[in-house]
């Protein structure tokens, strides 16, 4: 305790420290809410932030993205008549006008902590992921101005499912811990779909979908929803903010918020994709308008949801196959059920594909109502 009271002195915070208490929630850096008390004796909570520096090898990277997206979001908010306050985040200065501490080799970092609001592990209400979907379309539409050539590539190659393709290829070659016989139904699947790989960054290639300010963490829990009107006011976690494709946030959204199951559910009776939260994340991404995207976009924007979901299902099998060196596991073959919950929904989206692309385009005629 006395280590996380002498990192918070450091920034400029209201009153005297009081307490800290350890956010559970996350899993790449560790989340403190800490307490001050103030001197009519009430106390005023912050956030404070150690980055997980295995993650992230140039912090300052991080913090210089973050800096300069939140100052942008700012400023738009503002002109729109918001509350910056509440709808972004932001960034304590320490008492040297830095933003951020090293203390002992670790980086950390403080927020202001937004009140009266909370983020979900899973969708327990539609209308939450409605308007997750709103504030994920929110966060893109006050950013497309923003020039994305001036952020720093954080995690190079973070989307590029060509390049994840070849990564998972090497690994099934290598076969470097002999399980490779156990799993030939879901390598089958994912070679099978080798061509699915290639629209998004082929279009990036062609000019034909920009590079954007994009997220690359766009799960239902990093949205803060509002306990009083049920809406999503703030987008949390910028770490992974970089240039990127509108097109792999909106499907890992999808992804992730859309699945009947837990990421790692072994039952995979259990693990269906929800056609009607694809409806309500669309409706909401889309409700405030089309024109922050290009026609390539929304073309492919139905297709995203089954793309990244069969990067990740990638990704875990590969580490799978790697003996589990990138994703933490708390059971044998963690990784693995995950790849094949992700397959699973690939296969479900497969299946109920046309009626995906008949809600986008419910979705864009509405907003193009909006222009």
Aim: charge should be negative; include cysteine; charged fraction near 25%.
């Amino acid at each position: 305790m006395e280590k996380l009271r002498n990192v918070a002195q450091r920034f400029q915070l209201s009153g005297q420290f009081a307490e800290a208490h350890l956010c559970q929630s996350g899993h790449i850096n560790d989340t403190y809410v800490v307490s001050c008390r103030v001197e009519d004796g009430s106390q005023v909570r912050y956030i404070l932030q150690r980055i997980n520096q295995n993650v992230f090898k140039n912090p300052e990277e991080v913090m210089a993205n973050i800096q300069a997206v939140t100052a942008h979001l700012r400023r738009k908010i503002v002109e729109n008549g918001g509350d910056p306050e509440r709808e972004t985040l932001n960034l304590i200065p320490t008492w040297e006008g830095a933003i951020y501490v090293v203390e002992d080799g670790e980086v950390w970092r403080a927020y202001k902590f937004i009140e009266g609001a909370q983020t979900y592990q899973v969708v327990q209400n539609p209308a939450h992921f409605y308007h997750a979907g709103k504030a994920f379309g929110r966060f893109q539409q006050l950013l497309r101005d923003f020039p994305a050539e001036t952020l720093y590539e954080t995690i190079p190659d973070f989307h590029n499912t060509p390049k994840r393709l070849e990564n998972f290829r090497r690994a099934v070659e290598a076969d470097r811990c002999g399980r490779l016989k156990e799993v030939q139904q879901e390598v089958e699947f994912v070679l099978s779909r080798a061509e699915d790989t290639k629209p998004v960054e082929e279009g990036i290639a062609s000019g034909s979908i920009p590079v954007r300010v994009a997220h690359n963490d766009t799960k239902f829990d990093n949205i803060l929803i509002d306990d009083a009107t049920g809406e999503g006011i703030c987008v949390l976690d910028l770490d992974t903010v970089m240039p990127g494709s509108y097109l792999y946030d909106f499907g890992d959204a999808i992804r992730f918020g859309a699945s009947t199951a837990p990421e790692d559910e072994q039952d995979l009776r259990k693990v269906n994709f929800d056609i009607m939260l694809f409806q309500e994340f669309t409706q909401g991404y889309l409700s405030n308008g089309v024109d922050f995207m290009t026609p390539a976009e929304l073309e492919l924007l139905a297709f995203s949801a089954r793309l990244i979901t069969l990067e990740c299902g990638m990704r875990f099998l590969e580490d799978h196959l790697n003996g589990d060196r990138y994703f933490r596991i708390h059971r044998p073959n963690h990784n693995l059920d995950r790849a094949r919950t992700q397959f699973k929904l690939v296969a479900d989206m497969e299946a109920q594909y046309d009626e995906m692309r008949r809600i986008v385009d419910a979705a864009v005629a509405e907003g193009r109502k909006l222009a």
